[in-house]
């Protein structure tokens, strides 16, 4: 699979019919995503490996990572709707994954890493933490998209799931107009991506 393979197979994916707002629904784009999968891969860390991706929405990460030969992808959301939709993605791209329907906290197991988007907190206040704290527990190696703005609170919640920011950069997440208070068709919201490890 090369890169522009990935991107145009992620392109072809569905995304949320009708995103919840309460959940945070945003879709990764497909361009960003393909762009972090493809670094994570060309890091040895995709291939082979055993992969969460908690908060899957419509399985873009998860998908991704197995389409890079993943051995096994564990898609995780509390959504049965984006669960439907993730399970059509993934028979469209061709690719076998895992899918669990129940609320991050509650997810068993373990793996070599978890590539996730999860909501920000900026619908539900905290609603990032049980997403940073599982994914240490599940994998000694996480990667993680955050808002630019809490990157001080993400350091510190961190710290305290006995985990360490290893890096992280800062992205230009384009946000379509999905909710009714967007007053865009298209924005830029300031998004970082980080590598995180276990203490
Ligand atoms: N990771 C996807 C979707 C991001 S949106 C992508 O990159 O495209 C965040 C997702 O987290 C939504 O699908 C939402 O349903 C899910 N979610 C929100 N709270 C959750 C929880 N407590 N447990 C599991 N999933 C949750």
Known sequence: MKKKELQIKLQELEG????????????????????????????????GKEVYDLGCGTGTLGIGAK?????????????????????????????????????VRDVEGEGDLVIQNPPFGSQKRGSDRPFLEK???????????????????VREYVRSCGGKVV????????????????????????????RLERS
């Open 16 to 47: 949320f019919e009708s995103p919840k707002a309460e959940l945070e629904q945003y879709r990764t784009p497909p361009d960003l995503a393909s762009s972090v999968l493809w670094n994570i891969y060309l890091n040895g860390e995709i291939e």
């Open 67 to 103: 389409l890079l030969g993943a051995e096994e992808v564990v898609c995780v959301d509390i959504d049965k709707e984006a669960i439907d939709i993730a399970r059509k993605n993934a028979d469209k791209a061709g690719v076998e994954v895992k899918f669990k329907k129940t609320d």
């Open 135 to 153: 994914s240490l527990e599940i994998a000694p190696v996480v990667y993680s998209f955050h808002m630019s703005e809490t990157d001080e609170f």
């Open 167 to 194: 890096s992280s950069e800062e992205l230009n997440f384009p946000l379509s107009k999905t909710m009714p208070w967007h007053e865009k068709e298209e924005e830029n919201i300031r998004v970082r991506f980080y």
